[in-house]
């Protein structure tokens, strides 16, 4: 693929799209540092490039470079402030900076661009949970299971926040209904235990 990405840049080297997706088969092969530069090299083509600058976070992220990360979100959702992946993105970036408040507006401004996404709605709520404020986190995580019901991890972190608020009875049906999904679950079974 990077072959093929190479021929079409000698033909057109102003050709953003094929520098943009030669960093993502660069990234995928984590080498990071040269899909850091095919990014560049797309925006600096295209500064207006929402997807390469969001690419170029997602390389940072991984490399974690949080600060240079949300940066590079910032850029994308100032192009496109309807970025949904780029708002996902910056707000998990700033999850792992700590800054929990930021990164809940973050989920927030993703959610309202599309409510019907079962993980924007269970980091929130784990960021939640990180704020110690376990009652947004439980509304969250429900939020997630009318998605899917399914969602193991969602069952066991709003059995952790259930837990935390001494609300045991409750906390101990969500650990269940983790166990219906996954019986050998070891955080399930882990909870249970506390519980």
Known sequence: AIRSFDKSLE???????????RGVTLKNLEFYDEAIKSFENAIEVNPNYAMAWNNKGNVL????????????????????????????????????????????????????????DATVWFNEGITHINLGCYEDAINCFDEVLEIDISYISAWIYRGIAQYRLTRYEEAMASFEEALEINSSDPAAWHFKGEV
């Open 11 to 21: 033909q057109d080297p102003e050709n953003a799209d094929a520098w943009n997706n």
């Open 61 to 116: 992220f991984d490399l974690h470079r949080y600060n240079d990360a949300v940066d590079c979100f910032e850029n994308a959702i100032d192009i496109d402030p309807n970025y949904f992946d780029a708002w996902i993105n910056k707000g998990n970036a700033l999850a792992q900076l700590q800054n929990y408040e930021d990164a809940v507006y973050s989920y927030e401004k993703a959610i309202t661009i599309d409510p019907c």
